[in-house]
């Protein structure tokens, strides 16, 4: 039987491209969740291009499958098992990031799985390019800002213009600058390793010259967008402000960013790019006669893959029937007094509440003395989907807002109170009053704080069935003459008070 033989190149695409339907109906809202972060970020609205892009590479690499040797790959069959762990991790965590990943790592693991080892080795850029499709990056974006906000600074005090820095906030003589969210250049650098990949593999044919390319395209656009940033400045402050403010500076930066990628891929294609032609292509072997490949592996991985894959759904839906639900939707109204303490009605602080999304929220003020503190609850019914308490980077959004400057942010642990507390302490300040911020959580009944122990303590309460209701917790005082050691001695002595009505809250509730 010939090499050319239609039934061996198209069967085991058949199974292939079915079973990879069937997953992603398995696991549909994951699916979901990825297309909604593709279409509601800008860092990864090129997400929708990934799919059909490797679609078409391995379409234009067709030739090279014919004499393919289809076997299935049982090694990577355990890939995907350990990749539904992940995905039930994330589940138990609320950790989207893990769904996502664990949802398009499967694709090419999944067709590797079906179509083996030798497709694998032809198909190697195609399969690794579809792990684009995950939407992760943002996590960079508390270092890219720190990172541009060091460079500008340097920049423009070398430049002869004085600077003053508090945070990630500074001032000019012409005026205040912050680097904001839309100031760390993950847009750029995203969308910089995506189209840098792709044109690498079209255009060179060694592996050194395209790990190259993919290294400039990740540094390039970072150092572009710190010469961004201090253009940006510059020329506001040479201008009075009255060019590069307000949404003008993001039109330019788009401008300046086309402009770099422009010049970075003609540089490659003029000096990388002719070392290339003059190479003379290695003469063509023939292909060894492979017979019509054995379906029935095919199929058979093919239904393993699938049962994996809605293994860990399956689970996580058993718990969720399992889980106690909560009895109430909301907490209980705080208390006229906690011990010593006297709710008022002080005017706020203003300091932004740092939970977002909750099922219900609360914000008093009490005093004890001439110096309030501000107490904040967040109720969260289920933490579950986009209703959670704790994200990765932990931040809040008094941390990212212009009229708010984050001093520092560390983890407490309080060995006064009993028993001992950890709490999440911000030093922030406005242009009115300087605040220091505790934070902390109850998760399942259980205390916690800080990102990794909230979500194991979230991971414990659904495996234990305890139901995945929350509570977020956060305390504020002003800062008065920078005494800092008063204000943390007057959140110790509220907390003190507070914590035992949210024990009893808990145990109401049935989380104990």
């Not at 085991?12 to 970020?41: E, H, K, M, N, Y």
């Not at 589940?91 to 769904?99: E, H, M, Q, T, V």
């Not at 002003?478 to 002595?493: K, M, N, S, T």
Request: a positive charge.
């Amino acid at each position: 039987m010939g090499t050319s033989h239609p039934w061996r190149c198209v069967a085991p695409w058949i199974a292939a491209c079915a079973t990879i339907v069937v997953v992603l109906l398995v696991q549909f809202p994951t699916a979901a969740g990825v297309i909604d972060t593709w279409r509601s970020s800008p860092s990864f609205n090129h997400g929708f291009l990934v799919l059909p892009v490797s679609a078409w590479l391995l379409w234009r690499g067709r030739g090279q499958f014919a004499d393919t040797d289809w076997k299935p790959s049982w090694s990577a069959l355990v890939v995907v098992g350990l990749l539904g762990a992940v995905w039930f991790l994330g589940y138990l965590a609320n950790i989207k990031s893990f769904r996502d990943f664990a949802l398009v790592a499967s694709i090419p693991f999944t067709l590797i799985a079906i179509l083996g080892m030798d497709f694998a080795r032809r198909a190697a850029f195609p399969l690794a390019f579809t792990f684009f499709a995950w939407p992760f990056g943002e996590v960079f974006i508390p270092y890219l800002i720190d990172l541009t906000a060091d460079f500008t600074v340097h920049a423009l005090r070398l430049s002869g213009v004085p600077v003053f820095r508090e945070g990630n906030n500074f001032v000019i003589p012409s005026g205040q600058w912050s680097v904001v969210h839309e100031c760390s250049g993950v847009n750029y650098l995203l969308v910089s390793l995506f189209a840098g990949s792709l044109f690498g593999y079209l255009n060179f044919r060694s592996n050194r010259r395209r790990w190259v390319f993919l290294a400039l395209s990740l540094l390039v656009p970072i150092v572009a967008n710190w010469l961004r940033a201090y253009g940006i400045v510059l020329i506001g402050h040479l201008s009075n402000n009255v060019l590069a403010a307000g949404v003008d500076h993001l039109v330019y930066g788009w401008l300046f960013f086309g402009v770099v990628m422009t010049a970075l891929f003609y540089f490659a294609l003029r000096f990388m790019g002719e070392v290339e032609a003059r190479q003379t292509p290695a003469p063509a072997r023939p292909a060894p006669a492979v017979g019509l490949p054995r379906m029935r592996p095919l199929w058979i991985a093919a239904g393993a893959s699938v049962a994996l894959s809605a293994t860990a759904p399956i689970a996580a839906a058993r718990l969720d029937a399992m889980s106690r639900s909560a009895a109430d939707q909301s907490v209980a109204a705080l208390p006229a007094s906690l011990g010593p303490w006297t709710m008022t009605r002080d005017p706020e602080l203003g300091w932004p509440s740092p939970f977002e999304r909750a099922t219900s929220t609360q914000r008093e003020i009490y005093r004890v003395a001439d110096v309030p503190v501000e107490v904040h609850l967040a109720w969260y019914a289920s933490d579950s989907g986009a209703s959670k308490l704790m994200r990765f980077e932990g931040a809040t959004r008094a941390e990212y807002d212009p009229k708010w400057r984050l001093q520092s942010r560390t983890e407490v642990r309080v060995p006064a109170l009993s028993p001992e507390l950890q709490v999440t302490e911000r030093d922030v300040r406005s242009a009115q009053v300087r605040i220091l911020a505790w934070q902390w959580a109850l998760v399942g009944g259980t205390e916690a704080s800080g990102f990794v122990d909230s979500k194991l303590a979230l991971a414990r309460a659904r495996l234990s069935g305890r139901g995945t209701h929350s509570t977020g917790v956060a305390l504020a005082t002003p800062v008065r003459d920078d005494d800092v050691a008063a204000a943390r001695a007057r959140l110790q002595q509220l907390a003190g008070e507070l914590r035992p009505w949210l024990a009893s809250e808990m145990r109401g509730k049935g989380a104990r």
